[in-house]
């Protein structure tokens, strides 16, 4: 008999915790195991589907940072969910050697199915915080 009761808020927070841990260490591997097969990750620039391709593009953006700066570090806070969603705030902190760090700011709606998998994944922009982290590339050179 399938459960049709939502995921309980606990739950999700826990998964969504386990998730963003998983992509703040690099461990994509392990993010990947908590996508549904059929996942879908949206941002402003691009619409992406199935668990391969969503772990690739971390994967792809973790790559392009990690090559072009000195130093990288990465950390998320997710926020109680609501019906199965849970806003997830993921904060990159970007050194270039001989500048200043940069703090750059997104934050990812997270939905969690009844059956406890990450189903869709929809970026969102903060305020001002791509136009600044342009400008920073920009001060330091690196072309997008």
């Not at 990750?41 to 690739?56: H, K, L, N, P």
């Amino acid at each position: 008999m399938m459960n049709d009761a939502p995921p309980s808020s606990q739950r999700v927070t826990e998964i969504l915790a386990a998730f963003a841990a998983a992509l703040d260490a690099g461990d994509f591997e392990t993010a990947g195991r908590m996508l549904a097969a059929d996942c879908s990750y949206e941002t402003d620039i691009a619409s992406i589907a199935g668990r391969v391709a969503v772990v690739a593009s971390y994967a792809a953006a973790a790559r392009w940072t990690k090559d072009r700066f000195d130093e990288v570090r990465t950390e998320s806070a997710v926020e109680a969910p609501v019906d199965g969603t849970a806003r997830v705030t993921l904060t990159d902190y970007l050194l270039r050697a001989g500048g200043r760090f940069h703090r750059y700011a997104c934050v990812q709606e997270v939905t969690v199915s009844r059956a406890l998998e990450i189903v869709r994944i929809v970026q969102r922009e903060l305020p001002g915080q791509r136009e600044a982290l342009d400008a920073y590339l920009t001060e330091c050179g690196i072309e997008r």
